[in-house]
């Protein structure tokens, strides 16, 4: 009698298919779970998450007054389109001295005004208000207004984007993710 290697059976067959095509389904399915997952350590290195971006020449912004300005986000997609140009206030506080605040409110996110009559900025969702240097005058916020790091070079005002605003910060601070998150 000689000893030969046993067919295998077709109930085996259909049992190893299944677990190779269950494996092969758990695998595709464990991708975007593992890029979510590692997305804060991908975003860290792009480059230009963190940069200095040029607002135009500080002609542009008078002494004394509060101007709109907006700048393009320098970590875009093609996709991004007009989501990508972002605004922010500009104060000339005595002509060397700049604030520059995201216009976002500190409550919930919505778009500020600046309003020159009362000197204020107002935001039309639930009546907050903000004196013109970005502290709270009343209404729902709890703090002032998000402020948002500058620099003067060549003329030009400078301004530091990356991190997104929230309520957590400081007022008058950068906002800045710890090393871990």
Same mark, same amino acid.
């Given at each position: 009698? *000689?000893?030969?290697?046993?067919?295998? /059976?077709?109930?085996?067959?259909?049992? %190893?298919?299944?677990?190779?095509?269950?494996?092969?389904?758990?695998?595709?399915?464990?991708?975007?779970?593992?890029? =979510?997952?590692? /997305?804060?350590?991908?975003?860290?290195? %792009?480059?230009?998450?963190?940069?200095?971006?040029?607002?135009?020449?500080?002609?542009?912004?008078? @002494?004394?007054?509060? &101007?709109? @300005? *907006? =700048?393009?986000?320098?970590?875009? *997609?093609? /996709?991004?389109?007009? *989501?990508?140009?972002?605004?922010?206030?500009?104060?000339?506080?005595?002509? #060397? %001295?700049?604030?520059?605040?995201?216009?976002?409110?500190?409550?919930?996110?919505?778009?500020?005004?600046?309003?020159? #009559? /009362?000197?204020?900025?107002?935001?039309?969702?639930?009546?907050?208000? =903000?004196?013109?240097?970005?502290?709270?005058?009343?209404?729902?916020?709890? &703090?002032?207004?998000?402020? #948002? &790091? =500058?620099?003067?070079?060549?003329?030009?005002?400078?301004?530091?984007?990356?991190?997104?605003?929230?309520?957590?910060?400081? @007022?008058?601070?950068?906002? &800045?993710?710890?090393?871990?998150?």
């Amino acid at each position: 009698m *000689t000893n030969s290697p046993e067919r295998p /059976s077709r109930r085996g067959i259909f049992l %190893k298919l299944g677990l190779l095509l269950n494996g092969a389904v758990g695998l595709l399915l464990a991708i975007p779970v593992v890029r =979510y997952l590692f /997305s804060p350590v991908a975003r860290d290195r %792009k480059p230009g998450y963190l940069a200095w971006v040029s607002l135009g020449g500080v002609e542009n912004f008078p @002494a004394g007054q509060t &101007r709109l @300005a *907006t =700048y393009r986000n320098p970590v875009v *997609t093609p /996709s991004d389109g007009e *989501t990508a140009s972002i605004p922010c206030w500009v104060r000339n506080v005595d002509g #060397q %001295k700049f604030q520059v605040f995201a216009i976002n409110c500190a409550h919930l996110g919505c778009p500020v005004r600046w309003f020159p #009559q /009362s000197n204020l900025f107002m935001c039309p969702c639930h009546g907050g208000a =903000y004196y013109a240097d970005g502290s709270r005058a009343s209404g729902p916020p709890e &703090r002032g207004m998000f402020e #948002q &790091r =500058y620099k003067l070079e060549g003329g030009n005002l400078f301004i530091e984007v990356g991190d997104m605003p929230t309520p957590g910060a400081v @007022a008058g601070l950068s906002v &800045r993710r710890p090393p871990w998150a």
